[in-house]
């Protein structure tokens, strides 16, 4: 059990590795294919696509993979079908809103009305392809799970450098690439759902009330969660035009390594903690704290490492028009440093099943992340910016951290007994 636990967290690893490296693997193409106003724009999408999370498909997959296991007396398929419907028409809805707001109110994103609406598109297609691969995971068939996020992966940026090279798009060749291959993804997969007979077209008030007493009340959850990792690139945007958000986003960009190690790291180590942590005993809980502590100067020497690797290798890697990024991307790096101490804290409450107590953790820096992005931008321009985003970071894990002593108690003051026993552990 131990050994296949082990193996699905080096698989989704793999595949969250591969997936959310898309982003970093196309930047050093796209910052010499294209200007920083239009990379700009190309982050503004994206920025869209983030804040649309929290409506479009209205995160039926987690319902789905969830309801899985409690399945017995329930006609299940159906429900399937059910929330492929509603992932469909939440989108559409959330598409008409943020078209709404495109037309009717003067948002300075740059970014015409009709991108507005395929940020919805591109958001809800995604929850769609989630139902089929959450659906695999929780069916313990991790290798097709980590295959169809791989596949979308590579999808994106086949049509991606199509749009953008090929069909001489520009930065609008980015977005629709990355659109048309989200919708390919999100038809194989209902495409899949129904030829395996996981899923059928029917109709039933009880499904419905089911997924949306699952998915409504995450909505400010996910808004939240949006408004965490994209204050600060909103802000710079309104407030400094899109030629400057190239620049700051391709620093974001470079700083997403860190993020990208540490999630993938603690999907890998997970099984590790929750096995000591269900283990209950004084010694368990000081390894993880041990392991936690350790991992606070680790993090810290990849991200200064990786920033002085791209010192002296960014000028090369992304051209000269984006080389301001460099310098800046120091902070996020480090605020990825600190995301990834953030991973490991998380852990705690999803092992209590206590996750409304995250959730009021990333509210509350969502708000302090509002105000504080752009009165930083404002004053001190793309640096005040990254140091907003840095902070956040920072007032996230405290927060967590704190709340994590109320819900799930931890020998924290105890340091230096952690790691001994974790050294222990590691020698014995």
Not at 26 to 42: C, E, F, H
Not at 94 to 114: S, V
Request: a positive charge.
């Amino acid at each position: 059990m131990k050994s296949k636990l082990l193996r699905a967290g080096a698989i989704y690893g793999a595949a969250n590795i591969i997936s959310a490296g898309v982003p970093f693997f196309l930047l050093p193409i796209l910052t010499r294919a294209l200007s920083p106003a239009d990379y700009g724009m190309v982050i503004n999408f994206f920025l869209l696509v983030t804040l649309s999370t929290s409506l479009a498909g209205l995160s039926v997959h987690g319902a789905v993979s969830v309801s899985w296991f409690e399945r017995s007396g329930m006609d299940f398929p159906r429900l399937v079908g059910t929330a492929v419907v509603l992932a469909a028409t939440s989108t559409l809805i959330c598409g008409l809103l943020l078209l709404a707001c495109a037309l009717l109110f003067e948002i300075p994103l740059d970014l015409a009305p009709k991108f507005w609406f395929l940020a919805a598109v591109h958001a809800g297609s995604t929850v769609i392809v989630g139902i089929r691969a959450a659906l695999w995971q929780s069916q313990g068939q991790a290798l097709r799970a980590a295959s169809l996020q791989v596949a979308m992966a590579i999808v994106n940026v086949g049509l991606s450098l199509t749009g953008v090279f090929a069909l001489s798009l520009g930065g609008e060749g980015r977005i629709y690439g990355s659109t048309v291959s989200s919708i390919l993804c999100a038809a194989t997969a209902v495409w899949l759902l129904f030829a395996a007979a996981d899923a059928r077209l029917a109709a039933a008030r009880s499904d419905l009330r089911r997924l949306l007493r699952f998915g409504v009340p995450l909505i400010p959850h996910a808004l939240a969660g949006a408004l965490l990792v994209s204050a600060d690139r909103f802000s710079v945007s309104a407030l400094l035009g899109s030629e400057a958000l190239g620049i700051y986003g391709t620093a974001a960009q470079i700083g997403m390594a860190m993020t990208i190690l540490g999630d993938a790291l603690v999907k890998a180590a997970s099984p590790w903690m929750f096995g000591q942590m269900a283990s209950r005993t004084a010694r368990a809980r000081l390894r993880v704290v041990g392991a936690t502590y350790a991992l606070i100067p680790v993090w810290l020497f990849i991200a200064v490492a990786l920033w002085l690797l791209f010192k002296a290798t960014g000028s090369w890697i992304l051209g000269a028009r984006y080389s301001p990024a460099i310098d800046l991307s120091i902070w996020f790096l480090i605020g990825g440093a600190v995301s990834a101490v953030y991973f490991n804290i998380a852990g705690l409450f999803f092992f209590t099943s206590k996750t409304e107590w995250l959730s009021l953790a990333t509210l509350g820096t969502a708000a302090v992340a509002v105000v504080v992005a752009p009165l930083l931008a404002r004053e001190f321009g793309l640096t005040g910016g990254a140091v907003a985003f840095l902070g956040v970071q920072i007032c996230a894990l405290l927060t967590s951290w704190l709340l994590s002593i109320w819900i799930q108690p931890m020998p924290w003051h105890r340091p230096a007994l952690a790691l001994r026993v974790l050294g222990r552990s590691s020698m014995g």
